[in-house]
Each structure stands twice: as structure tokens, then as C-alpha cells.
């Protein structure tokens, strides 16, 4: 079940009528966010509104207004109170027929829904790139395609996520995730100069760093020099998750992801809006 909130009211089942001239519909001219919830709240909201407005911002569109997108969050959770996660969409709103932008309004939906299974990943290094040097670079768009495609062809060979490089060889980030990555005593999670988006679990991981049983900082990670490193994906509703495989082949197991997974759930749930 998903439940929805659009102009101010709850719709169930996901009956939302958004008009054909959506710029986010026939263009993908839009940007989102996804919550996870914790014990009926979602986790980080500040930062991911934040991120939303951040977003907004640097492709253009108006910015949305934070008291009405933090009320609508409310009521869709009130409305579902077994939610698991909440997605956040904020479109251009309607528009002319082409890429030119109209004048009108921005479209706020916010539908919750449950929380998908999470645990160990399978990854594979998709032979696509992340462009560092895009207008989107680091922005979490609703023109995703890119990401459905690099999905499509990971779960074709039998893989969870794709790890995707930037043009330069450097690791990037996962096409739904950050990556955290075994350097001696510390994880290494790639620069934001890799285009990777700036995650609010990676960035979590960072501010926390010094709480965690192993530090982690940024750091460039060489796309083929993964073999036999400790892997693990970050994200809202991963939390933080091992790669166990590779392109197919086992990736070593290592009790220090487990324990930076385990501090960041208990750190998470001692403060639901860091």
C-alpha cells in the first residue's frame, strides 16, 4: 500500500492524478528524496529536506517550501503509521509541450509506503560511468533512468547493485548508494568530485567518524583495485550493508563492517534528526 500526499490532501493506493503537463512526467524535470522511518519518524528529515532544496536549487526550479514539504511528511506517516520509508517528490511543475520551462509552480507529492528488504549485496562493476563534469552531478534526480538501466543490467547477472567509475577510472558510488571501501585502519567512501551524490548515510558516516569502531573518510579508490577489499553500500534504506560479491566472486568477509553497520543503527537511533 502507498500512501500520498498531494494539494494538501491523503490519498490511498496511490489514486493520484497529476496532470499529463507535469514537467517531471514528460521530462523527468524534477528531484526527490527518500526517508527512512524510524519507530513512526523519519530519520533525518532536516538533512534531507536540506538536500531537496539543494537540489532543486542547482537544477533551477523553484525551491520548495520546507514547512509545507515537513507538514505533508507528517501526514502521510499519520495517515500510515507502519510506513517504512518516504519519498519526497518535488517536479517542475506544469509546462509547455518541449524543454522549455513554463512559469508555474512547483508539484509537491510525499508517499509512504514499507520498507523493502535489506542485508548483504552481490555488486558489479557496470561498464558505464558516472559523469563527474554533469549539471546533475550530485543531484538526486527524477530523471533516473540512467540508474533503472544500470539496475536492470546488474540484476541480469544475477548482481544486487552496480558499482559504477568516474571518467577518470576513480570509483564513483553504487547506482542507488555510496560505497564505503577497506584502506588499512579506516573505510575510504569516494569524493564528491567523483559526481557520487552527496549521501546523507555517507555524510552521517563522516560527521560520525570519530564514534565509529573504524574512522571513515573520503579518499579516491582506483575502480579496479576492489578485489579482496572490505565493500559496503550506504544509503537511507541500507543503512550500511556489505558487498559480499563482486563481479561474481566472493568479496572477504570483515566483522569491521558489521560493527560500523551496528554503530550507525544505534547512533541513528539515539538521534532521529542529526
Known amino acids: 500500500m502507498t500512501t500520498t500526499w498531494l ?17 517531471a512526467l514528460t521530462l523527468g ?9 524510524v519507530r513512526g519518524r523519519p530519520f533525518a528529515v532536516t538533512r534531507h ?26 501526514a502521510v506517516l499519520r495517515a ?4 517504512g520509508r518516504v519519498r519526497v517528490t518535488w517536479t517542475a511543475g506544469d509546462g509547455p509541450a518541449g524543454p522549455v520551462r513554463g512559469d508555474g509552480p512547483g508539484r509537491l507529492l510525499v508517499s509512504a509506503s514499507a520498507a523493502p528488504v ?19 552531478a550530485g543531484v538526486k534526480s527524477t530523471s533516473y533512468q540512467e540508474n533503472v538501466v544500470t539496475l536492470a543490467a546488474a540484476r541480469r547477472r544475477g548482481a544486487d547493485e552496480a558499482l559504477l567509475a568516474d571518467t577518470t577510472g ?9 560505497v564505503l571501501v577497506g584502506d588499512g585502519e579506516c573505510f575510504l567512501t569516494p569524493t564528491l568530485a567523483t559526481g557520487c551524490l552527496p549521501g546523507v548515510t555517507r555524510a552521517l558516516l563522516l560527521a560520525w567518524s570519530a564514534a565509529l569502531p573504524v574512522p571513515v573518510t573520503e579518499g579516491d579508490v582506483a575502480f579496479d583495485a576492489l578485489e579482496g577489499r572490505p565493500l559496503a553500500l550506504t544509503s537511507a534504506l541500507r543503512g550500511v550493508a556489505p558487498v559480499v560479491e563482486l563481479d561474481g566472486a566472493a568479496q572477504p568477509e570483515d566483522a569491521r563492517t558489521t560493527e560500523v553497520a551496528r554503530a550507525f543503527a544505534a547512533l541513528r537511533d539515539d538521534d532521529l534528526d542529526p
Not at 494539494?7 to 514537467?23: E, F, K, M, S, W
Not at 552481490?122 to 554533469?134: F, I, K, L
Open 170 to 178: 576513480r570509483l564513483s558510488e553504487a547506482a542507488t548508494s555510496n
Open 29 to 37: 524535470d524534477g528531484v526527490f528524496e527518500t526517508l527512512a522511518v
Open 49 to 74: 529536506v536540506g538536500r531537496l532544496a539543494a537540489s532543486a536549487a542547482k537544477v533551477g526550479i523553484d525551491l520548495p517550501d520546507e514547512d509545507v514539504v515537513r507538514g505533508a511528511i507528517d
Open 80 to 83: 500510515d503509521p507502519t510506513a
Open 118 to 136: 535489506t542485508g548483504p549485496v552481490r555488486a558489479w562493476r557496470a561498464p558505464w560511468v558516472r559523469n563527474e563534469r554533469s549539471p546533475l
Open 7 to 23: 494539494d494538501g490532501r491523503i490519498l490511498g493506493d496511490a489514486r493520484v492524478g497529476i496532470p499529463v503537463t507535469d514537467r
